[in-house]
Structure formats: structure tokens, C-alpha cells
């Protein structure tokens, strides 16, 4: 089975902390996505990589930054916390090759909170 | 642009009974269809999925969900839901002409199932 893991289920910062969250899979997948969950807003796509090094933005990249240093493992950076970036925070992972490229696994999320 | 629509926020059904959350999407080629559903405090695991040929694609759980051109809906059904059914259920929809790139998802559904 395909295992995306989560540095923190939940994370209390302050306000103009630099936060980051950590993902990591397990196999071998080149895609990884992060997403942010919000109520009634659903996943908004923050950055994508498909591959080391490489980086997309998303739909909301404001705030945010990504590395990805090793095909494993994929962060998300926020420079300066703010209130507003209050969140579930998801990560996700697809496989190589054809259809696969769209199965998106996902990792627990981590919840965080920004005071 | 793609999207997603998903026409309910919340439903309540009774144990026992029978579901359908409906999708709607909108894309001009066919569309790669998911469902995910997201347990409290989760992340999210796919449901099922289709990419071509036959319209009603069975997934796991005992959910199936049927692929509508005319109407352009990918509606998920179960004839007999479980209280553990409970959570949030994402539609989504892939570009099957970018592999690789992130998942279009809806603002979900929220189901509630009474004893």
C-alpha cells in the first residue's frame, strides 16, 4: 500500500513564525501535490512538483513556498504565519506513467493553527 | 475551465437506507472521475474511479457511482448505508489531457446518517 505521511497532525504557531510541514511517500511517486481544505471552500491546490527539483504553482501559492530535495519527500514552507493561513494543510502523491499520474494518495493532513 | 459541482453541502440519511450525492462536472473533453471520502480528522482515500468504458464503476465499500455524458454528472451511490458511512465526499475530476498535474475537486458533501 502507498504510505504519504505528515511531519504533525496538529501544529500551533505564531503569528511570523516560519512553519514548515513535511511530507513523505513511500513509493517512489514523482507528483506530489499540496493542497489546503477549508469549510465549504473543499481542496485548493497550493503547489505541485513533478519532480526533484521541480515546482508548479497552484491555484493559491501566496504565502507559500515549496522544496523538494529528494523524489520522497515534498515541504511546504510559509515564510511568515498569519492568522489567515489557519488550516488543514494535505498532502498527496500519484504514480508514474498513464493513468496513474491521476490516483492521488493523500496523507493524514495537518491541522494548523495560527495565533 | 474545469469544475466540480457538488449541489448538496449536507444530507442526512437513515441507517438502512439508500444514497445518491450528486457531481456535476464541467469539462469539454471526458473527463478522468474520483470520489474520495474523508473520515473526521483524515485525510482523504479514494472511493472509485473512471477513466473509460463501462459507466457504472463499482468502488470500495460497497459504493458505485455512474458516469452520465448527457448530464454530465458522476453521481455516488449505496443502496444500504452504514452509520461508519458518515464523512465528507469529494467528487473530483481529472484533464485527461495533462497527466501528472493536480486533481479538480469539489467543496464536498457532508453525510450524516440517523439511527
Known sequence: ??????????????????????????????????????PGLGLRLIYFSYDVKMKEKGDIPEGYSVSREKKERFSLILESASTNQTSMYLCASTGTGGLLTYEQYFGPGTRLTVT | ?????????????????????????????????????????????????????????????????????????????????HWSDAAEYFCAVGDANQAGTALIFGKGTTLSVSS
Open chain 2, 1 to 81: 475551465a474545469q469544475s466540480v459541482t457538488q449541489p448538496d453541502i449536507h444530507i442526512t440519511v437513515s441507517e438502512g437506507a439508500s444514497l445518491e450525492l450528486r457531481c456535476n462536472y464541467s469539462y469539454g473533453a471526458t473527463p478522468y472521475l474520483f470520489w474520495y471520502v474523508q473520515s473526521p480528522g483524515q485525510g482523504l482515500q479514494l472511493l472509485l474511479k473512471y477513466f473509460s468504458g463501462d459507466t457504472l464503476v463499482q468502488g470500495i465499500k460497497g459504493f458505485e457511482a455512474e458516469f452520465k455524458r448527457s448530464q454530465s454528472s458522476f453521481n455516488l451511490r449505496k443502496p444500504s448505508v
Open chain 1, 1 to 38: 500500500d502507498v504510505k504519504v505521511t505528515q511531519s504533525s497532525r496538529y501544529l500551533v504557531k505564531r503569528t511570523g513564525e516560519k512553519v514548515f510541514l513535511e511530507c513523505v511517500q513511500d513509493m517512489d511517486h514523482e507528483n506530489m501535490f499540496w493542497y489546503r481544505q477549508d
